[in-house]
């Protein structure tokens, strides 16, 4: 069985459009691609998550919109 572990790989602020600040933070689930014949294979990035940084899931709209599930609101990158 591979093993599988996730990295935080990007975060960013994001806003209601009442001004209301959030901090998104991404993690990639990375594999590991290593192996008898490759022991040293660098591992394989996977499926991309993201959640507050209170815990809360977030759904992509777009490069810039999110919604955070949990609180059923939409928020929008500042950078």
């Known amino acids: 069985m591979r093993k599988k572990w996730e990295e935080l790989t990007d975060e960013f602020d994001a806003e209601t459009e009442h001004g209301e600040r959030f901090r998104i933070l991404i993690f990639t689930t990375m594999i590991d691609a290593s192996s ?44």
């Open 36 to 79: 008898m014949s490759n022991p040293t294979a660098p591992p394989v990035r996977g499926l991309k998550s993201a959640r507050t940084s209170q815990g809360h899931h977030c759904n992509r709209i777009d490069d810039d919109n999110w919604e955070i599930v949990g609180l059923g609101i939409r928020v929008k990158r500042v950078d």
